[in-house]
Structure formats: structure tokens, C-alpha cells
């Protein structure tokens, strides 16, 4: 028997929706059918809702900024509310009715159900007002009550229609190689938010040798033009962080990206620079899989500068597979999202999926807020694996296996000192890291040992260089399984 398949593929065009789907019932039997094209009912006062909703959430960012001078100002019933209006401005007769069927289908038989959000645009139409909505904060009504893109139990994800279908992924050998281009500007109000990154970035493992990270810091258009173009082992991923701002006069919609030049002076580009700049990489007989683009918090008021609307244009280019940011990730949140979602695409879950895996988790903290709804999934292929086999876990050994360290502060400050002489890259390196370890008033509590170690890591002119010397250090001052430091 052939893989069972719950998908459910919602179309929207300018004025009308329709459906089509696929289950496998209980005994097996698969089943599809689609809905008749029927009109959207389009509620004058439930639009001007759903606009007033959308760009109240666009300022998210900067109430929840100021929720400890001013307690209680974000309003968490604006996702629901907001979420119920979009359901049901498409979700009506037949739709609806299809849409139930083939959940309690898969709900009753454990099934993951994705949903496919379908928006037929021409080439020249672009993203129109309802392909602009927040389709991720879509919350189906009742009871048990809940949003789509937050439940494991669903995958949520877009398709621009190009052709009659979607090809299946492709899948390579591992390992996955992903390449994190840093656009954030050297200026004042960005520079704690790049180095933030860059630690995150440099922490990624590669598990087992599923995953090869490779991270390049600010470079100038012509040198990620060139890197794109010219490298023998060219990506699987390419993760793009960048600054955005609303472009003026040019437009509603339109914004610019922080560039840089070759003296390091920010120079601000037209949005397409980036979708041409990524274009490049698209070689004969090679794709990326995936484009990610990561929309960099910063202490600027820019409520409308976006990626959600570059992503069809990168789904147009030809690439399988866009997650775009469509609001800002701090750079804690940020660091949640990628090191959990590199590491479930090594394990070699499919990528719908690990996405939405980071969408629930985004959910359930108590910090989220409006951050689960952030990521927009283009997928245009059928969901699919990046690597054919993958080899789960962190290539470094597991704690619990590691050559016991006293644990008292003694043997520790010795035991650092040594791996930053053996672990370092250089011995001008491990030379000062070792006497940093000397010099340095250790606390008398051995927990908070890692910080000042990440500090040390944080301030480094390349972290990326360093960073087998400092995780070892961290996994020697780790606590103890089933203990304390």
C-alpha cells in the first residue's frame, strides 16, 4: 500500500474559493473529491475587521516592548479574534463542510492533515490584498477551538500555482549544507542583536554529520553573488538575515534591505536586489532546496517592512521550498526556532512539518506572544525530506558518557585551562583563553560558570572559528545529569 496522504488544498482567488482533498478512510480506501468554484462571501464590515486586526498585529513588536512599563497593554484575544475572521471568510458552505470530513478523518485515525492554502495569482497580479492576509493565525471556531499553524497535528503551508501540480521534493545524501548570509547592519541599536545571532548560528550542530552550518558575516552584494556562483559544494539552505525598512516614496508594499559596502557603510537596496541576488545561486543541474528569510528585530518603528510578501517572488523563482518571516524574531526566539528546526530537518523530518513543530513550541511559550504566526511556509512541492538518511543527535558526545571531571573548582579551572591550550585553532588563541581562565574570579557556584564561558565566546572576532574550543569548555562545566553543579 502506497503512503496515506490527509491533504487538504484550499484555492483563493480574487473573488472566489473552491477545495479539493485527499483521505484514506478506515479500511484503507483512499478517497478525493473536490468542491464546486463558489463565491467568497466577503462581509464588507468582516474585511475591514480583519485589515483593522492585521495592522494592530503588525505593532505587536513594540507593545510587547513596553508590557512592563505598562501592565497588561497587549491584548491576547486579538490572535483569536482575528484568526476566527479569516477562517470563516473562506471556510463557508461546501468548503467547510469538506474541511470537517477530512479532519475527523484524520484526527480519528491519528493521521497528520496539510492543509494547503493555494493562491492562483498571474505573474504580473502579485500578492493581492487576501494572498497579504496573516493566513497563520487562521483559528478554526467551537468549543475545542483551536489554530491551525499552533497543532502538531496539522501542517499549515502556501502554494503559488505555477503548472497543473507540484513535484516531490528532492532529496539528497546528507549532509544538509546550509549557509546563514548575516545582512544586519554595523550601526548603532544592531550590533548586540548581530552578535546575538552569530552566537546562535555558530551553536548549531551538525549532528552526527546530517548538517554542515557555514555562517558568513556581513558581506558586500558582489561577494554573496560570488560565493553563490562559484562554490564546489554549493547549499541545500540558504538562511538570509536582514534589516528591512519601508521604501517611501515608492509604494505601499515595497521596502528595502541593509546592505553593505566593501568600506562597510550600510547601503539601502530595493527588494528585488535580494530575489535577484538569491536568483544567482540557481545554477544548471543545481537548486536550492530552501530559502529562508529571517526578519532581524530592531528598535526602529517600521510596522509594515515585511518578508512575507518577498516570499512568492522566491516561489516564482523556482525555488521548492520559502519560509519567510512576515514579522520580526528576536533574537532569543530566534535562537529557539533555528536550532530546533536545523535539527529536526537532519533528523530527516520533512519540512512541513518541522516547521510546525516550531510554530507549537512558539505557542506554548509564555513569551511567544504573536511569534508562532510569524513563519510563512511556501511549498512548491509535495512535503518532503531534505536528506535521504540522517543520522539523529548532537555530533558532540553525550554528557552522560563524557570522562567524569571533579567537580570541584580546583580541577575545573585546571581542566579548562588545559582544553583551551588542546582545543584552540591556534596557539595564540589558546595561549589567551588560557590565561583568561587563570585570571578570571570563577564564582563560588560552578552554574554560572557557562555565562561567563559564552561571554568569552560572544567577544570573539570570529566565533565561528572558536567554536569546538568553547563548547568544549561549556560541556566540561555543564551540570552534572539528575544533579547540580
Known amino acids: 500500500m502506497g503512503e496515506r496522504i490527509f491533504e487538504y488544498i484550499l484555492t483563493v482567488r480574487e473573488k472566489t474559493i473552491s477545495a479539493r482533498w485527499q483521505f484514506h478512510d478506515a479500511d484503507g480506501v483512499k478517497i478525493e473529491n473536490e468542491t464546486a468554484e463558489q463565491d467568497i462571501e466577503s462581509d464588507p464590515l468582516r474585511t475591514q475587521t480583519i485589515k483593522i486586526l492585521r495592522d494592530w498585529l503588525s505593532r505587536w513588536g513594540v507593545l510587547s516592548r513596553l508590557r512592563e512599563t505598562y501592565e497588561g497593554l497587549p491584548v491576547p484575544g486579538t490572535f483569536k479574534v482575528l484568526g476566527e ?281 509564555a513569551d511567544a506572544d504573536r511569534l508562532f504566526g510569524a513563519p510563512v511556509l511556501y511549498l512548491q512541492t509535495v512535503d518532503g525530506r531534505l536528506v535521504r538518511t540522517a543520522n539523529a543527535g548532537p555530533a558532540v558526545t553525550p554528557a552522560d558518557v563524557l570522562p567524569a571531571v571533579p567537580r570541584d573548582s580546583a580541577a575545573l579551572i585546571d581542566a579548562l585551562w588545559r582544553t583551551a591550550i588542546v582545543e584552540a585553532p591556534e596557539p595564540e588563541v589558546g595561549a589567551r583563553v588560557a590565561q583568561e581562565v587563570r585570571d578570571t574570579a570563577w564564582p563560588a557556584e560552578t552554574a554560572h560558570w557557562e555565562r561567563i564561558i559564552r561571554q568569552w565566546w560572544y567577544a570573539e572576532d570570529d566565533v565561528q572559528a572558536v567554536q569546538h574550543l568553547y563548547r568544549a569548555m561549556i560541556r566540561l562545566v555543564a551540570p552534572e545529569p539528575g544533579g547540580a553543579a
Open 85 to 365: 475572521h479569516l477562517y470563516r471568510l473562506v471556510f463557508t458552505g461546501d468548503v467547510a463542510t469538506a474541511f470537517d470530513r477530512v479532519y475527523d478523518a484524520a484526527s480519528d485515525q491519528g493521521e497528520t492533515l496539510r492543509v494547503v492554502l493555494n493562491f492562483e495569482l498571474s505573474e504580473e497580479q502579485g500578492p493581492d490584498e487576501l494572498a497579504g492576509y496573516p493566513w497563520e493565525f487562521l483559528y478554526r471556531p467551537g468549543p475545542d477551538g483551536f489554530f491551525i499553524a499552533a497543532q502538531t497535528r496539522f501542517v499549515l503551508s502556501r502554494w503559488v500555482a505555477q503548472g497543473p501540480g507540484r513535484a516531490k521534493m528532492p532529496e539528497d545524501p546528507p549532509p544538509l549544507r546550509v549557509w546563514f548570509f548575516m545582512l544586519t547592519p554595523a550601526l548603532a541599536g544592531f550590533e548586540a542583536e548581530h552578535q546575538e545571532l552569530l552566537m546562535t548560528f555558530s551553536e548549531i550542530g551538525d549532528y552526527r554529520g546530517a548538517l554542515r552550518p557555514r555562517l558568513h558575516p556581513r558581506l558586500t552584494e558582489e561577494k554573496i553573488r560570488a560565493e553563490l556562483r562559484e562554490a564546489d559544494d554549493p547549499p541545500h539552505i540558504i538562511h538570509v538575515v536582514a534589516v528591512c525598512r519601508t521604501a517611501r516614496p515608492n509604494g505601499e508594499g515595497k521596502f528595502e534591505i541593509a546592505f553593505q559596502d566593501d568600506r562597510g557603510r550600510v547601503v539601502w537596496r530595493d527588494q528585488d536586489t535580494l530575489v535577484g541576488l538569491l536568483a544567482e545561486a540557481i545554477r544548471p543541474g543545481w537548486t536550492p532546496r530552501m530559502v529562508v528569510l529571517h526578519l532581524c528585530e530592531t528598535t526602529a518603528v517600521d510596522y509594515s517592512a515585511t518578508f512575507g510578501n518577498l516570499a512568492p517572488k522566491l516561489a516564482r523563482e523556482k525555488f521548492p521550498a520559502v519560509l519567510a518571516m512576515q514579522y520580526p524574531l528576536p533574537a532569543a526566539q530566534a535562537k529557539r526556532f533555528t536550532s530546533s528546526f536545523y535539527q529536526l530537518l537532519a533528523e530527516g523530518w520533512q519540512i512541513g512539518d518541522a516547521v510546525q513543530h516550531a510554530r507549537e513550541a512558539f505557542h506554548h511559550a
